[in-house]
């Protein structure tokens, strides 16, 4: 069993930062693949970025990419997502997840999930 907690989201301006924490409960954490998804109102919820289990590989959205940074503490069982130059195009639900598997912006797979936590960017 796992348990993911995010924290870090707010109500931002356009051009502002934050930063999400997802910490994980549980000591078989480390062996799956972490997810950040989000999810905008009337939108699906999508694909932000996913690191390996090793950690060796992270993927990002393109609509993310070059802005979004995610890393993990091992020693804290965290992964954290850095958003930089926020856009209101941002404003979602933001949750962290896990799978097994492979990285995957496949939502059926993931194992676990975080309640999620708001982020909103005003223009």
């Known amino acids: 069993q796992v348990q993911l907690v995010e924290s870090g989201g707010g109500l931002v301006q356009a051009g502002d930062s934050l930063r999400l924490s997802c910490a994980a409960s549980g000591r ?4 799956y693949a972490k997810i950040w998804f989000r999810q905008a109102p009337g939108k699906e ?3 932000v970025a996913g690191m ?8 990002y959205a393109d609509s993310v990419k070059g802005r979004f940074t995610m890393s993990r503490d091992n020693d804290k ?3 954290y997502l ?4 926020l856009k209101p195009e941002d404003t979602a639900t933001y ?4 799978t097994s598997g492979v990285v995957t ?5 993931m194992e676990y999930w975080g309640k999620g936590v708001q982020v909103t960017v005003s223009s």
């Open 28 to 31: 078989t954490y480390i062996r």
């Open 45 to 47: 919820r999508e694909f």
């Open 52 to 59: 390996t289990w090793s950690g060796g590989t992270i993927h």
């Open 77 to 79: 069982n965290t992964v």
């Open 82 to 85: 850095q958003m930089n130059s």
């Open 95 to 98: 949750y962290c997840a896990v």
């Open 105 to 109: 912006s496949r939502r059926e797979l």
